[in-house]
């Protein structure tokens, strides 16, 4: 079974960059698709990224789009969160989840499941 560690999180500046990453405990790390999501205080986990199993295709929420950046390591067995411009509504806790051999991140279909990182964007 896959095991899923966030670490990278943080307190940042409006405008300032953080990387998350996702250490997975398989070699085969690109047999899954590999999501970001975030749930911020008082709101629904949203996805915010992923990257597919098929392609290494990758999609992105509107609000993050041209920010973040994801990408996958099959060597580390790490899956990165770029994100850079962050702005005080990108503060929340950061789950990465994975699903085997998916090319889409619907939450509802993520199996595994990391315990997430917070990231705070505060001035």
């Known amino acids: 079974q896959l095991q899923l560690v966030e670490s990278g999180g943080g307190l940042v500046q409006p405008g300032g960059s953080l990387r998350l990453s996702c250490a997975a405990s398989?070699?085969?790390?690109?047999?899954?698709?590999i999501g970001w999501f975030r749930q911020a205080p008082g709101k629904e986990r949203e996805g915010v990224s992923c990257i597919s199993s098929y392609s290494g295709s990758t999609d992105y929420a509107d609000s993050v789009k041209g920010r973040f950046t994801i990408s996958r390591d099959n060597a580390k067995n790490t899956v990165y969160l770029q994100m850079n411009s962050l702005k005080p509504e990108d503060t929340a806790v950061y789950y990465c989840?994975?699903?085997?051999?998916?090319?889409?991140?619907?939450?509802?279909?993520?199996?595994?499941w990391g315990k997430g990182t917070r990231v705070t964007v505060s001035s």
């Open positions: 398989e070699l085969t790390l690109n047999s899954y698709a």
């Open positions: 989840a994975a699903a085997l051999w998916r090319s889409s991140c619907l939450k509802e279909a993520m199996e595994f």
